[in-house]
């Protein structure tokens, strides 16, 4: 009996230990979201690498592509600040030069070139023995004379957009007019031939320039001018749509008068017709016309915002 009670206390207990909870064991898991998180992290980490390395070429190609233009433009300024003979390729004229007063004379061992423009500001080297005439459009202004022997660099002359060089048939295989001045060149060589009274004016230099405006903006309305008409070579009022006429302005042939647009200046002495200049480089000084007292401009309507005839002091 003893032995009975102990048999079923031992199953007791043994079942009462069978039900006592015991603590999970954690094992290392792979979770789903974690796998996505990581494949997420991976793909972002190298699409960031792969728009870097893009970012790098694109910023290498910019770099490439701006050195490449710097390289283009320094080519290119020293190519542009190569000097060249101004008269290579100039037509030339054999058996005249221009003389002292402005006109192409007949001399049968001369040649001339062809106006070639001139840039006041720039300086100009004549190779060998020649005369350099200056020209503003089709204005003489002077001839000057350069010796014997060369090089010499040219007088400035702002007045100037035009020369001619004239020279000896002897010296037609080494003259050239280089347009800087060279190392080997000398300055203030020139001879004027011209005459103080035959030296023309040329291109007004605006600098320092001072007068009255005696026609210009203010003057457009009225009585002042008349449209649809304009006065051509032989004093003649001819229709013309495109232009305006001004009425009579006094003008003094002592004065000096500068006209800032192309026109058509026709002088008088009173009621009496003189004639009639056109101005096509401009600004320009109005020709001293002897006799004369009164003018009347014709311009286009193009330059209706632009006339200004000034009355120099």
Known sequence: MRW??????????????SNTDEPPIDEPETSEADTEESVTEETETTETADEEDAESEE???????????????TEEAEEAAEPVDVMEGTELVSGYWINYSGEDDARSYMTRTEPMEYIPEQDYTVTAAAYVSYFYG??????????????????QVPEADRIIVSFNDSEKDTVQLINEGREDASAGNE????PD???????????GMQGTIMFGQDFLSG?????????DDKGNFVEDADYYVTGALKYTPSEDYVITSPAYISFYNGRRFIETVEITAVPAYLPEVSGANYINISFNDDYLFELNIIELD
């Open 223 to 231: 009585d002042d001018v008349f449209t649809g008409e304009r006065i």
């Open 4 to 17: 009975l009670i102990l048999m079923l206390a031992g199953a007791f207990i043994l079942t009462g230990c």
């Open 59 to 73: 910023e290498s190609d910019e770099n490439a592509s701006v050195n490449t233009e710097n390289i283009s433009e």
């Open 191 to 194: 001879v004027n031939t011209t």
């Open 138 to 155: 089709s204005e003489f202004i002077k001839t000057n004379n350069y010796g014997h022997d060369g090089p010499h660099i040219i007088e």
């Open 197 to 207: 009274d035959l030296v023309g004016r040329g291109k007004p230099v605006e600098e």
